[in-house]
Every structure is written in structure tokens, then in C-alpha cells.
């Protein structure tokens, strides 16, 4: 079956960066897209991007050019979503979410950017 | 940006009973080829966002068909048959026509 696992959760310092995971297992890794999105508890979700395992071709949010950046690794199947320059806005809940119809999700990460 | 707005925020539901939510965007749906990109995803406490209908009025699979969408370019409903207490969660409509991929703000469905 399908199955998308995340990294676990992240404490780091404003200024900092931190790199996200997303190992898949299930489906055709490199023929795909991955999607990630962002949640602050409470509020509504936000789309951050996307990438082709095939080419690592990218489309970003542009809120969030300059601050995710999408690779993949296909001998893993895994990909990761970079975050740089962190600020206390950046806590929030990231997934990944298969693209298609975003048909299977991560559990989700929470990223907290404290000092 | 697509906007994309939903009513009501919060409905309370007597189990067994019906429920229907709005989705309204600030521009059309429907692509030149004929298919409407407006998703239904229902993310329950403390989990990941899943999806029940995909492209308007498609049930995801393994999804009740309690669980129906429709609508037209700009207007889409959900509607849930004989509401049940697993339907508790938050209620998110989204567009995946173009980027940015936006939702709303969700609906927060909980039971009488």
C-alpha cells in the first residue's frame, strides 16, 4: 500500500535552516509528483510547492520562493523540502502530500523556531 | 491568487441527519477540458488531511458514498448523508486548477 513517512518533529534557532522528509514506499516514486504543504495550528492549509521525481522539475508557491526548496532522492524515494532563514512564522505543521489529487498524505512534521 | 471562500465555518449535526457545506471561488473551475478542479478534503483532529472527492463530484476511494460533491465554475457543495460521529473534523475545499493551489478556510463539522 501507498505509504508516505515524514521526519520527525524539529526544534530549531530563528536564522537557521532545517531539511524535511518524506520516504514513500508503495507506488512508482520517479514517475511522480510531491507536493508539501504548510499548517499553522489552527489555520487553514497552504500550498508550498511541487516536483517530478522524474526530472526534478519544481514549481513553487511564490509566497515561498527563497525559503523551501524541493529535492528528491529516487534510489530512496524519498524527497525533502529545505527551509532556510528560519523566523518564528515558519513554526507550523509540513506534509507531503502525493500530487495527483493529493490522494495520500504524511503524518506531518511540526517545526518549531524558538531560541 | 484563486480565493476561495466557505460556508458556514462551523455546523453542528445531529447524528443520521444531513449536512451540506459551500465553496465558492473567485474565478472559475472549469478547464478547456471540461473537467472542474475543485477538490473536498476532510482533515479529522490531530491527523493528516484526506481526501473524498476529487474534480467536483468524484468519490475518492474508499470514502462512504454518504459523501457527495457537485456544483457549477464557481459554486461547488458537499454534502454529507446520514452524518456519523467518524465525520468530525474540519472540512477543507481547494482548487488545483493553477498556481498557487489554494483552500478555504475549512468548516469545522461537529456532532449535536
Known amino acids: 500500500q501507498v505509504k508516505l513517512q515524514q521526519s520527525g518533529a524539529e526544534l530549531v534557532k530563528p536564522g537557521a535552516s532545517v531539511k524535511l522528509s518524506c520516504k514513500t514506499s508503495?507506488?512508482?516514486?520517479?514517475?511522480?509528483?510531491m507536493s508539501w504543504f504548510k499548517q499553522i495550528p489552527g489555520q487553514s492549509i497552504e500550498w508550498i510547492g511541487m516536483?517530478?521525481?522524474?526530472?526534478?522539475?519544481?514549481g513553487y508557491n511564490q509566497k515561498f520562493k527563497g525559503k523551501a526548496t524541493l529535492t528528491v532522492d529516487t534510489s530512496s524515494s524519498t524527497a525533502y523540502m529545505d527551509l532556510s532563514s528560519l523566523t518564528t512564522e515558519d513554526s507550523a505543521v509540513y506534509f507531503c502530500?502525493?500530487?495527483?489529487?493529493?490522494?495520500?498524505w504524511g503524518q506531518g512534521v511540526m517545526v518549531t523556531v524558538s531560541s | 491568487d484563486i480565493v476561495m471562500t466557505q460556508a458556514p465555518l462551523s455546523v453542528s449535526v445531529t447524528p443520521g441527519e444531513s449536512a451540506s457545506i459551500s465553496c465558492r471561488s473567485s474565478?472559475?473551475?472549469?478547464?478547456?477540458?471540461?473537467?472542474?478542479?475543485v477538490y473536498w478534503y476532510l482533515q479529522k483532529p490531530g491527523k493528516s488531511p484526506q481526501l473524498l472527492i476529487y474534480r467536483m463530484s468524484n468519490l475518492a476511494s474508499g470514502v462512504p458514498d454518504r459523501f457527495s460533491g457537485s456544483g457549477s465554475e464557481t459554486d461547488f457543495t458537499l454534502k454529507i448523508s446520514r452524518v456519523e460521529a467518524e465525520d468530525v473534523g474540519i472540512y477543507y475545499c481547494?482548487?488545483?486548477?493553477?498556481?498557487?493551489?489554494?483552500f478555504g478556510a475549512g468548516t469545522k463539522l461537529e456532532l449535536k
Open positions: 474565478k472559475s473551475l472549469l478547464h478547456s477540458n471540461g473537467i472542474t478542479y
Open positions: 502530500a502525493r500530487k495527483g489529487n493529493f490522494d495520500y
Open positions: 481547494g482548487q488545483l486548477l493553477e498556481n498557487p493551489y489554494t
Open positions: 516536483i517530478y521525481a522524474g526530472d526534478g522539475g519544481t
Open positions: 508503495g507506488y512508482t516514486f520517479s514517475t511522480s509528483y
